[in-house]
């Protein structure tokens, strides 16, 4: 009897599903979890897929800016991971993660848990350098997380209580983020606000197309914003900053500074035993994969990956959106015995939002700006949100937003 039963568990394979473990549930993190979820697996035993984040929602970060104007609520643009993961088969995990030992193939989380991996998806993203000038971590505010956006409007709350005749900013960094944020705290602020762009580099927007560069000057000239070029931030007090320009230090008063320089990688993924660029990223191959552990994928941020092109790719939005769908479609792969597929990038374009009611783009050849600019930019991140479900909700409130505020104001008249 025993025979038989031996042969029987040798002839049908007793397969103990898969684990993917996701550490990172951003762009790139919860869109490849979504796709894994929608791949079909055929004879193969669907894996367990595990989402891990240190927060509790999802960032779609192009639209952080629109939370200080009120244009936005915190609902539409941040959405928890428990909503936006209903019915996909997905679990998620809240905790930090603190290591990963990639010879046992485990992760281990600020919350004591170990968890087990057969593939294993690092896209824990970037953070902002807060230690390039001394004052930075006790005074200036970054603008990346809710919590950013909380400590910052909490700022802007008591400067306005004060209801002084001007509220001076500093905003450090004239990319993306600098700009942007730029040009809507102007028309938050108006009249009141006295706002200053501080930038290293000899020109803003280093790195963007010419025409949104050039909309981003008109914009920010029309607001009033005040550019220092080739100006480097000194040092930073509780209400002052010093800053060099042309060997000539000089302190001014300011009532806050905004901190938006650029990224680094967190010293967690720097110290993984995985190779690495100089940047600290992790080098990766065209499939994702992590060199010399092909159980590993990489992407967004933390990703150093060229593409099939050898096109060196940006730290965006845009690339971790497009790599999840080669993530998921790779890992599936390596488990149902197919070919895995080398990304290749495709670069849609740029927008960038100049105040409120004001965008300007820059894709596939066509410009726009101006309040056509807006709409395209909004349709276009409508598309982009995680979730068919969660895109009809958000659409719907955009639709009737303006609608009811209309009613509202008709019936106090
Ligand atoms: C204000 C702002 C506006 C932006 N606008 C644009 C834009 O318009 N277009 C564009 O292309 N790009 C934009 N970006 C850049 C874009 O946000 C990033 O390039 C993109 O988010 C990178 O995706 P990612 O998945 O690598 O990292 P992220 O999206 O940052 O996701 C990383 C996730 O990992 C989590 N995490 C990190 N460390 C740990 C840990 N130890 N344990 C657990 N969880 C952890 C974080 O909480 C986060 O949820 C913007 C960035 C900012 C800050
Ligand atoms: N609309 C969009 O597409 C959008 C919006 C936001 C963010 N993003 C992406 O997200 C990433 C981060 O964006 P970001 O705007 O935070 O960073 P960023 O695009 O790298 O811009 C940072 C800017 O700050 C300057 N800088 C660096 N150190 C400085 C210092 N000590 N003092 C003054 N200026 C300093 C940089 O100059 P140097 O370049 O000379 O170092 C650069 O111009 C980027 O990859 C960006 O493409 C995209
Ligand atoms: C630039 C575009 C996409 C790239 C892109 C940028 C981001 O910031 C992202 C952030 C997060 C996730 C993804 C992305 C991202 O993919 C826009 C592409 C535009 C479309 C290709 C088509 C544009 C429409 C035309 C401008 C025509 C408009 C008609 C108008 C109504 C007259």
């Not at 990223?281 to 994969?289: A, D, K, M």
Request: glycine content about 8%; some cysteine.
């Amino acid at each position: 009897m025993n025979q038989i039963l031996t042969e029987i568990s040798t002839q049908v394979h007793i397969q103990t599903p898969k684990t993917i473990c996701i550490l990172g549930g951003g762009f790139g993190g919860l869109y490849t979890a979504l796709r894994l979820s929608q791949l079909d697996w055929g004879n193969t035993e669907k894996p367990e897929i595990v989402l891990i984040d240190q927060g509790d929602r999802f960032i779609f970060s192009p639209l952080l800016y629109e939370l200080l104007t009120n244009e936005l609520q915190t609902w539409e643009i941040a959405p928890s991971y428990q909503e936006i993961l209903e019915n996909t088969g997905v679990h998620f995990h809240q905790a930090k993660v603190s290591e990963v030992d990639t010879d046992n193939q485990q992760v281990k989380l600020c919350d004591g848990k170990t968890l087990q991996y057969d593939r294993l998806v690092l896209a824990l993203g970037s953070e902002t350098n807060l230690d390039l000038v001394p004052g930075v971590v006790s005074y200036a505010y970054p603008f990346r997380t809710l919590a950013d956006v909380h400590r910052l409007e909490e700022r802007l709350r008591v400067l306005t209580a004060t209801d002084p005749e001007k509220i001076r900013v500093a905003i450090v960094g004239a990319g993306y983020s600098g700009v942007e944020l730029a040009c809507k705290l102007a028309d938050r602020l108006g009249e009141k606000g006295r706002l200053r762009l501080i930038e290293t580099g000899d020109q803003i927007l280093r790195t963007s197309s010419e025409f949104n560069r050039q909309q981003a000057k008109k914009a920010l000239e029309q607001k009033s914003v005040f550019i220092d070029l080739e100006t480097k931030v000194v040092s930073i007090g509780e209400n002052t900053i010093s800053l060099e320009y042309k060997n000539q230090i000089d302190e001014i008063p300011v009532d806050l500074v905004i901190w938006t320089v650029g990224t680094r990688i967190s010293s967690l993924v720097q110290n993984l035993p995985l190779a690495h660029n100089q940047r600290g990223q992790i080098t990766c191959t065209p499939t994702l994969q992590v060199i010399e552990h092909p159980e590993i994928f990489a992407l967004g941020d933390l990703a150093d990956c060229k593409d099939i092109e050898e096109q060196q790719l940006p730290g965006t939005a845009q690339v971790a959106f497009q790599q999840a769908d080669y993530a998921a479609w790779n890992i599936w792969a390596s488990l149902t015995d197919r070919p895995l597929l080398p990304f290749r990038y495709q670069a849609l374009g740029e927008v960038m939002a100049l105040g409120v009611d004001n965008a300007t783009l820059t894709a596939l050849g066509i410009t726009l700006d101006g309040y056509l600019g807006y709409l395209v930019r909004r349709l276009v991140y409508l598309y982009r949100l995680p979730t068919l479900e969660h895109q009809l909700k958000v659409g719907f409130s955009w639709l009737l937003t303006p609608i009811i505020k209309t009613l509202s104001q008709g019936s106090r008249e």
